[in-house]
């Protein structure tokens, strides 16, 4: 099939904003304290082509911080540094089935095997990057991060101090798997940088951007930068198609049937290999923790430009 048309990417983003500007089921996160201050009734939808062409509808422009969505790209960049074989074994891809922060999740693994896309595993993922110190660590992200974005971003202050003054059951979480020798790094440290990478402030924009170089093989489609192997975009693309979603990954693979990741932010990434990746913002969650009108919004993209994979 040929890919949709410059007026049909248009056309079909205005309606898809049109239909679900005034849902307002769910609610936004409020276990950070930060984020239940975000107005609710902001609405971007974004998408890059593999080609880097941008289309956008709404408050595409409005900074919000990135949360989970992060877990996609410090996998992405673990995996260049340590190899995909290192993420299996150390850290574990198969889905919890469990909220985003479950402690039940590495209880009942014998192998105490997390998810790189949930709390536990994320945290994890960025114990197992190069480097011991702050600088290294966090260095390294930004730099990544910055790489995808094809700009400079910068952490939310608000969100960080939000967040860092409230994250003691991720601090458990990680001491939990420090005690099972699947935390590879000083829990404070790995902890504190993540906790910076879920405070990263990007527009709808921008993460269409970031999430168009997995649409294009790891080659940033703008910069013509070669980020990642193509083996390991495929990869990154499995475990957001049976975790992104947190506990209801199979509802969206079902229903959907695109590799995507939440964030408790508002946002959703979604990736159509080989063409566009689409991101869409808004604050109010369900039960999960994903967007109630980010995943109306994909559904209906996916649906009219006739891309869902399964
Ligand atoms: N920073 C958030 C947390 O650690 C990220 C959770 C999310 O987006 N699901 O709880």
Redesign the pocket.
Known sequence: KTPPSESRFEQVLSTAHALYKDVQAGAN?D??PALAKVDSNLFGIAIVTAQGKVYSKGDVDTEF?I???SKVFTLSLAMEQQGADAIQEKIGVNATGLP??SVTAIELNQARAVNPL??AG?MATVSLLDGDTDKQKWGSIAHWYNDFANRKLTVLDDIYKS?SAT?G??RAIAELLKSYDRFYADVDLALDV??RQ??VGVTTKDLAMMASVLANAGVHPITGKKLMEPENVSRVLAVMTTAGL?ETSGDWAYQVGLPAK????GGIIAVVPGKFAIAVFSPKLDKA?NSVRAQLAIDYIAEKTDVRIF
């Open positions: 996160a276990y950070i911080s949360q989970s969505i985003f922060n949930v709390n994320a967040e994250n059951h991720n993540y906790t879920c405070s947190y939440s964030g408790v932010g923790g």
